[in-house]
């Protein structure tokens, strides 16, 4: 069966430091990969998302970035976090246009 | 583009009472739709989807979701609420998987 993992599931930073969050999924091969952010008692935003290696869409102009170096492998990344940073960060990745997404526990990041 | 709307972002009933959570959306071409469930401090989990076919549609838990294309409305609903059905429930809108919209979120409170 196919899992997704995601970690850690909490970071506290300081500003202006960078980022790394990572995601990998098991039992499935060239999965859609979604990062979203969750802000505190809001929907979810999605931020990237890559149909294939190497193959990354944006969604939101910021200072984050995301990257694909293997295939079932998602990295989201920053050089310099702010505060606004904050929030609930979801993985989630799908096999198809009319399949769900599958989501990973989350990391929650704190910037101080 | 697609969109979505959860009408009410706090519903509240007792325990073995009907739940209804509603979720109206709008596109342009018949969509894929879906609803997620998420407790606090974890990802998303699927509770359902529609993509062709039966209207009525069943999921986990007990939940049961509507397809009414005349009223562009996707409610979810649950005979009898359990205390364990406390959590945050997220209507989703795709057309194509790599565009998926979620709705606000409805967090839903169980009496005892």
């Known amino acids: 069966s196919q899992t997704i993992h995601q970690w850690p599931a909490t970071l506290v930073q300081p500003v202006g430091s960078p980022l790394s969050l990572e995601c990998t999924v098991e039992?499935?091969?060239?999965?859609?990969l979604y990062w979203y952010r969750q802000a505190a008692g809001r929907g979810l935003q999605l931020l990237f998302y890559?149909?294939?290696?190497?193959?990354i869409s944006s969604e939101v102009p910021q200072n984050l970035s995301a990257s694909r170096p293997q295939d079932r492998q998602f990295i989201l990344s920053s050089k310099k976090l702010l505060l606004s940073d904050s929030g609930f960060y979801l993985c989630?990745?799908?096999?198809?246009?009319?399949?769900?997404?599958?989501f990973g526990d989350g990391t929650r990041l704190s910037i101080l | 583009a697609q969109s979505v709307t959860q009408l009410g972002s706090h519903v509240s009933v007792s325990e073995g009472a009907l739940v209804l959570l509603r979720c109206n959306y709008s596109?342009?071409?018949?969509?894929?739709l879906f609803w997620y469930v998420q407790y606090p401090n974890q990802g998303l989990q699927l509770l359902l989807k529609?993509?062709?076919?039966?209207?009525l549609v069943k999921g986990i838990n007990g939940f049961e979701a509507e397809f009414k294309k005349s009223e562009t409305s996707f409610h979810l609903t649950k005979p009898s609420a359990h205390m364990s059905d406390a959590a945050e429930y997220f209507c989703?809108?795709?057309?194509?998987?790599?565009?998926?919209?979620f709705g606000a979120g409805t967090r839903l409170t169980v009496k005892p």
């Open positions: 529609y993509t062709t076919g039966a209207t």
């Open positions: 039992g499935t091969s060239n999965p859609n």
């Open positions: 989630a990745w799908s096999s198809g246009a009319d399949q769900p997404q599958h």
């Open positions: 596109s342009s071409v018949p969509p894929y």
């Open positions: 989703a809108v795709s057309l194509n998987n790599n565009d998926m919209r």
């Open positions: 890559s149909v294939g290696i190497g193959q």
